[in-house]
Nanobody, 124 residues
Framework: QVQLVESGGGLVQSWGSLRLSCAAS????????MGWFRQAPGKEREFVTG????????LYADSVKGRFAISRDNAKNTVYLQMNNLKPEDTAVYYC?????????????????WGQGTQVTVSS
């Protein structure tokens, strides 16, 4: 069992930056692939980025490539999402999730545990 708690969301102007954190409980955090998803009002939840258990592998959605960076600190049971050059279309609730699959997956139904989400609002 893994419990995830996101933090760091808020209101930011276009071109601004935010850093999200996701703290995990449990001693097996390092064995999970971790992902960040987002969901805007009226839209489906979409994959943003994922990171392998070791941190050596990452995957990004095209819409955030070059602007967002995922990282993890297994000693602190925490995964991070650094978001730069934010755009109004990045506005959404951001969720972190943990997957028991060995490789990074982009489908939400392949993630086993979810946080409660944190709101990110980017004003124009």
């Amino acid at each position: 069992q893994v419990q995830l708690v996101e933090s760091g969301g808020g209101l930011v102007q276009s071109w601004g930056s935010l850093r999200l954190s996701c703290a995990a409980s449990g001693r097996t955090f390092s064995s999970y692939v971790m992902g960040w998803f987002r969901q805007a009002p009226g839209k489906e939840r979409e994959f943003v980025t994922g990171i392998s258990w070791s941190g050596g592998g990452t995957l990004y959605a095209d819409s955030v490539k070059g602007r967002f960076a995922i990282s993890r600190d297994n000693a602190k049971n925490t995964v991070y999402l650094q978001m730069n050059n934010l755009k109004p279309e990045d506005t959404a609730v951001y969720y972190c999730a943990a997957s028991r699959y060995a490789v990074i997956r982009i489908a939400p139904n392949q993630y086993d545990y979810w946080g409660q989400g944190t709101q990110v609002t980017v004003s124009s």
